[in-house]
């Protein structure tokens, strides 16, 4: 049983699997076949370089949240591994981790080859075959086992395990849709927001640690720490609200307007009691002498001219209108974006295989006997933050026991 499984796949999720499948099936011969001429690209790439491994999150009904699409279904198999097991992983095969304030676990090494090199070791060690430049061609069934088509062979295996990644368009999955399998359209998700008509570009590299942000005219809401970049916004508020409105953006085109709430405080009424305690203690003060809410010096003058407040002015003659518009531009400050960038080098797909067509328990198929998925070839995605990783190790190491 098991005699002769094939990984579709060399990145998190097809490594994973392909150890997975090694360590429960030893008899078994394993092997990664991944169409490049390179294994781990986003691995390497991931965190600048360091690599998010996974989040701190250890309570499961809070994780499951992190995922706009298949956070509940993958409540049980989070249960079966989880953030917790992932860091016992790694540290077990000497790479230790560290848990930022952030939530995130990254290598103590603050290199991302330590993962590299811990998960292609497991595989030499454990004799799992890696084969690059070797992309397969077509997949068919024939009764319990599966044919893999390639350029120059065709060859058969008793299990196969998909972790091919997400495809950047809906027909690059069109050879499992002709197989049976729904496919969820794709489209991207965690990128950065474009204005290239707005003046808040040149405070590029400014961070405003807490703000809360919405895409106007929608229910999509996020809250975080917000990067001020050369191309316009970026940082987990931005990055959070392009997760979970990744469709509703895509259907806009990336063409809307984003509300940004500097303060971080969503009740209005405690914002006008703290400007109008700023205007009573301070009334002598320069309005770009005083700055709230911990907004640093050329965000707050940049804050200033969008309210129409004089840099001449002090607090005191703010006035009713200038009072007003100084909130309006605080809570609810309005940017027009126009496109998108893909944050850093790591491209995340909203889409996929739809899950009601694999058995989440197994990551097994429900319409090809003997076929198995992992990793973000599934509609399954995250917001930044390990997230992302973390379904790949859980759903590979499932898909490795080849239940």
Same mark, same amino acid.
């Given at each position: 049983?098991?005699?002769?499984?094939?990984?579709?796949?060399?990145?998190?999720?097809?490594?994973?699997?392909?150890?997975?499948?090694?360590?429960?099936?030893?008899?078994?011969?394993?092997?990664?076949?991944?169409?490049?001429?390179?294994?781990?690209?986003?691995? %390497?790439?991931?965190?600048?370089?360091?690599?998010?491994?996974?989040?701190?999150?250890?309570?499961?009904?809070?994780?499951?949240?992190?995922?706009?699409?298949?956070?509940?279904?993958?409540?049980?198999?989070?249960?079966?591994?989880?953030?917790?097991?992932?860091?016992?992983?790694?540290?077990?095969?000497?790479?230790?981790?560290?848990?930022?304030?952030?939530?995130?676990?990254?290598?103590?090494?603050?290199?991302?080859?330590?993962?590299?090199?811990?998960?292609?070791?497991?595989?030499? $060690?454990?004799?799992?075959?890696?084969?690059?430049?070797?992309?397969?061609?077509?997949? *068919?069934?024939?009764?319990?086992?599966?044919?893999?088509?390639?350029?120059?062979?065709?060859?058969?295996?008793?299990?196969?395990?998909?972790?091919?990644?997400?495809?950047? %368009?809906?027909?690059?999955?069109?050879?499992?849709?002709?197989?049976?399998?729904?496919?969820?359209?794709?489209?991207?998700?965690?990128?950065?927001?474009?204005?290239?008509?707005?003046?808040?570009?040149?405070?590029?590299?400014?961070?405003?640690?807490?703000?809360?942000?919405?895409?106007?005219?929608?229910?999509?809401?996020?809250?975080?720490?917000?990067?001020?970049?050369?191309?316009?916004?970026?940082?987990?508020?931005?990055?959070?609200?392009?997760?979970?409105?990744?469709?509703?953006?895509?259907?806009? /085109?990336?063409?809307?307007?984003?509300?940004?709430?500097?303060?971080?405080?969503?009740?209005?009424?405690?914002?006008?009691?703290?400007?109008?305690?700023?205007?009573? *203690?301070?009334? !002598? %003060?320069?309005?770009?002498?005083?700055?709230?809410?911990? *907004?640093?010096?050329?965000?707050?003058?940049?804050?200033?001219?969008?309210?129409?407040?004089?840099?001449? %002015?002090?607090?005191?003659?703010?006035?009713? @209108?200038?009072? !007003?518009?100084?909130?309006?531009?605080?809570? !609810?400050?309005?940017?027009?974006?126009?496109?998108?960038?893909?944050? @850093?080098?790591?491209?995340? $797909?909203?889409?996929?295989?739809?899950?009601?067509?694999?058995?989440?328990?197994?990551?097994?198929?429900?319409?090809?006997?003997?076929?198995?998925?992992?990793?973000?070839?599934?509609?399954?995605?995250?917001?930044?933050?390990?997230? /992302?990783?973390?379904?790949?190790?859980?759903?590979?190491?499932?898909?490795?026991?080849?239940?």
């Amino acid at each position: 049983m098991n005699k002769n499984i094939a990984i579709i796949g060399g990145g998190a999720a097809g490594f994973f699997a392909a150890i997975s499948a090694k360590e429960h099936h030893p008899e078994a011969e394993v092997t990664i076949f991944e169409k490049s001429q390179k294994v781990l690209v986003k691995v %390497k790439v991931s965190g600048g370089g360091r690599c998010n491994v996974t989040n701190g999150c250890s309570d499961i009904d809070e994780l499951i949240k992190a995922y706009p699409r298949g956070g509940k279904k993958l409540k049980w198999p989070f249960k079966t591994f989880n953030t917790t097991d992932t860091v016992k992983w790694f540290e077990d095969r000497d790479v230790p981790l560290t848990l930022q304030d952030d939530g995130c676990y990254f290598p103590v090494s603050q290199n991302s080859q330590s993962v590299i090199d811990a998960l292609t070791k497991e595989c030499r $060690t454990k004799k799992i075959n890696i084969l690059t430049g070797k992309g397969v061609e077509e997949l *068919i069934p024939k009764g319990d086992q599966i044919e893999l088509k390639f350029k120059d062979e065709t060859l058969v295996f008793d299990k196969v395990i998909l972790a091919s990644g997400g495809s950047p %368009k809906t027909s690059g999955l069109d050879w499992l849709k002709n197989l049976g399998h729904t496919i969820e359209d794709c489209v991207p998700s965690l990128f950065t927001f474009n204005m290239p008509n707005e003046s808040v570009k040149e405070l590029m590299g400014i961070v405003k640690e807490e703000v809360i942000t919405t895409i106007q005219g929608t229910k999509l809401k996020s809250d975080g720490p917000l990067l001020i970049t050369h191309w316009g916004m970026s940082g987990p508020a931005i990055l959070k609200l392009s997760a979970f409105g990744a469709r509703i953006l895509n259907e806009k /085109n990336y063409d809307f307007k984003v509300l940004v709430n500097w303060t971080n405080e969503p009740k209005i009424d405690k914002v006008v009691a703290e400007i109008e305690k700023i205007v009573r *203690i301070h009334p !002598n %003060k320069l309005l770009p002498n005083f700055k709230p809410y911990g *907004i640093k010096e050329r965000l707050w003058l940049h804050l200033l001219d969008r309210s129409g407040q004089a840099h001449t %002015k002090r607090w005191e003659e703010l006035g009713k @209108k200038g009072f !007003n518009k100084l909130i309006e531009t605080l809570t !609810n400050d309005t940017y027009e974006v126009k496109g998108k960038t893909t944050f @850093k080098e790591e491209f995340v $797909t909203c889409g996929g295989v739809s899950l009601d067509d694999i058995n989440m328990a197994t990551m097994a198929s429900r319409v090809i006997k003997n076929l198995y998925f992992a990793g973000e070839v599934m509609d399954v995605d995250a917001i930044t933050g390990g997230y /992302n990783f973390q379904a790949a190790w859980t759903t590979g190491f499932i898909a490795g026991k080849l239940n």
